[in-house]
């Protein structure tokens, strides 16, 4: 079965850093795009960040560029974003995805595989 697990959110104070990992099963990452997306109550999802083993590329949204970290550990099949500077509008269920064959140059429009989500919730 294919499966993307997200784990690593929870409550933290604005400034504070978390770790988020997006771990898959039934398939390997490997040619694939991962992608990491956020949505938070009454707001649409919004793409954070993407990396591609099929070309390196990477992308962050301006909003978290510099504060956010996107990382793959092919032997663990397991993609991590690294939170970090976290803001109250940082907020919301962060969820990853796979796309295969993809690059992150252009974000995917459609994606192949998705996990469940994981709800990071920074306090002021």
């Known amino acids: ?8 959110g929870g409550l933290v104070q604005a400034g504070g850093s978390l770790r988020l990992s997006c771990a ?4 390997t990452f490997d040619d694939y795009a991962i992608g990491w997306f956020r ?9 954070v960040s993407c990396i591609s083993n099929s070309d390196g590329s990477t992308y962050y949204a301006g909003s978290v560029k510099g504060r956010f970290t996107i990382a ?3 032997a663990k099949n397991t993609v991590y974003l690294h939170l970090n500077a976290l803001k109250p509008e940082d907020t919301a269920v962060y969820s990853c995805a796979a796309a295969l064959g993809r690059s992150c140059r252009v974000v ?6 998705w996990g469940q989500g994981t709800q990071v ?3 002021s």
């Open 108 to 113: 995917p429009a459609r994606w192949d595989y």
């Open 121 to 123: 919730t920074v306090s």
């Open 72 to 74: 793959i550990d092919n």
């Open 1 to 8: 079965e294919v499966q993307l697990v997200e784990s690593g």
């Open 39 to 47: 949505q938070a109550p009454g707001k649409e999802r919004e793409g």
């Open 24 to 27: 898959a099963s039934g398939f």
